[in-house]
């Protein structure tokens, strides 16, 4: 068993290829007993070296790509068929909650424009007051996994302040400051942006950085048969965690479709 996998991000890595080549993951892994973090750290460090055939450094990988990958890596193995606890329905008007087995296939994913340079601007004319532009990128995987673990963002709860931790280590330059550390960022955006400016900064890194995987896919609604029902899956542990029902689902499916 082995399939191509193409990188969403063409022609931006110096050491790893576009196509990767997708095989099994091992048979007894920590996957089954590892959360959060740790999981995700896992998964680069066993997992995808094991199922990938290239050897790439996987911290090095984009987190759009590290997510696309995952995802591939996942139905390669157990096939497509997961299960959700909630169904959202327009039809309906409402949501439902049960056990429903959805379609990880039909989770879209927004393409990187065609002459991407993993460099994005944040005109000075997009604040209120604040009067510099902001430059940022898309994060890798590492870089996620750092900030999420990054003690400079502790809240007095203990907790680390993930959306902020993120945004401070996107941004590459402020103004003509470049090569600032996460937390001179954080003290930049602390110290000289305004609570409005902090929101306009927030919609427009969300708004111009957009790609990738989406949160959820579409699957037919439980009450009324409507197709267009959506549901919500982040990449999470349980992905690698199918259920029985999702395995035979898959058995089945491939069964009916293999030509006599
Ligand atoms: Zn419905």
Redesign the pocket.
């Known amino acids: 068993m082995s399939m191509k996998f193409q990188l969403l991000s063409k022609g931006q890595y110096k050491n790893i290829p576009d196509k990767l080549t997708i095989g099994r993951i091992p048979t007894v892994s920590e996957l089954d007993y590892v959360s959060g973090d740790e999981f995700d750290r896992t998964l680069i460090d066993v997992v995808l070296p094991a199922a990938v055939e290239e050897k790439i450094n996987f911290n090095d990988l984009l987190e759009v790509d590290y997510q696309l990958l995952c995802r591939a890596v996942r139905i390669a193995n157990f096939g497509p068929y997961h299960t959700v606890n909630v ?1 959202l ?6 949501s ?1 909650r049960g056990e429903y087995q959805v379609d990880l296939t039909t989770i879209e994913c927004v393409p990187l424009p065609d002459k991407f340079t993993n460099e994005f601007k944040i005109s000075k004319d997009e604040f209120v007051d604040f009067n510099s532009t902001i430059i940022f990128k898309l994060p890798t995987i590492q870089k996620i996994l750092n900030a999420h673990k990054d003690k400079a963002f502790q809240l007095a709860d203990g907790r680390i302040n993930r959306e902020l931790a993120r945004i401070c280590y996107m941004i590459s330059e402020v103004g003509s400051a470049s090569g600032l550390t996460p937390v001179e960022i954080k003290l930049k955006i602390e110290t000289e942006l305004s609570a409005a400016d902090y929101k306009l900064l927030k919609g427009a890194i969300q708004d111009s950085a957009d790609f990738g995987l989406r949160a959820g896919g579409r699957a037919t ?6 197709p267009n ?1 959506a549901f919500i899956s982040i990449s999470e542990d349980r992905y690698f965690r199918p259920t029985l029902d999702n395995l035979r689902k898959w058995k089945q499916s491939r069964t009916t479709s293999t030509p006599k």
């Open positions: 169904i329905c327009d039809s309906c008007g409402t439902h609604c439980p009450e009324c048969a409507d029902a």
